[in-house]
């Protein structure tokens, strides 16, 4: 269950993996008048090795989500968070930017664990394929962007390599989504073993972009959560063209 308690979702189980994730009630999307979506899936590695900044990667999502909210597509994204270890925890599921309360996501990182990246990802790939069908069986146009954050390699989980590129191409595949664009960032990526290994992940899994920072800083995060907010804002552009958005500059 989400650790957000102010959800108005309900329960799915996504197509694929079996795993269970929560999006904003069909009833109160219609109440809101859209005709369009954006859905937005995050997720942030909350492993031991982050601890040192993890409060940098919370203040990251709260200024990229400050920075989506300026969008003139506000209206038209809905944002779902996790939060992963050797485990995955759902911060909240699929809901309207306007209820991403910036506050609510001080200390819900909290470091510890290892790196289910593979699990993250299929996870997070087959939520954006039964949710955006849910919304598209409702006649809304829909597309998506995938965004995984960490700064290491896989270790634990139950999910290989093979079965995140399978979720993201089912997610690609489906008609539900009109287009995908998936992004990796490898943050404070300081190894070049992790280094050849995220990029060979991206490729490996399927990723459109992957994107790299070799340290933790400041300026460094203010810099990746401006590219997000700027790729959420390019993919939220064109929904309904049929086409993905093009890749936004680091």
Known sequence: MPIFNDDDATNFKASGSGYQFSGTKLSQLQALGASKY???????????????????????????LEGCQKSPQVD????????????????????PLADCHLAAYDGFLQPGGQ???YDAT????????????????QDYEVNGLLVVITDGVNVGGKNAVRQAREAIERAKKQEALE?????LIGINVTDPTVSQYLASFKDEAGFREYVEAKDATAKTFAKIANFISRSVSSQSQSVGSKQASQPVTF
């Open 38 to 64: 954006t859905l937005v899936a995050i997720g942030c590695d909350r492993s031991t090795s982050v601890e040192s900044f993890g409060g940098d990667i919370e203040k990251c999502l709260k200024t990229t």
């Open 179 to 183: 287009s995908l664009v998936s992004i």
């Open 115 to 117: 790196t289910a990246l």
């Open 76 to 95: 038209n994204l809905l944002v779902r968070l996790l939060a992963f270890n050797h485990s995955l925890e759902e911060v909240h599921g699929y809901r």
């Open 122 to 137: 299929v996870n997070l790939a087959d939520s954006l394929a039964t949710y955006g069908q849910q919304l598209v069986d």
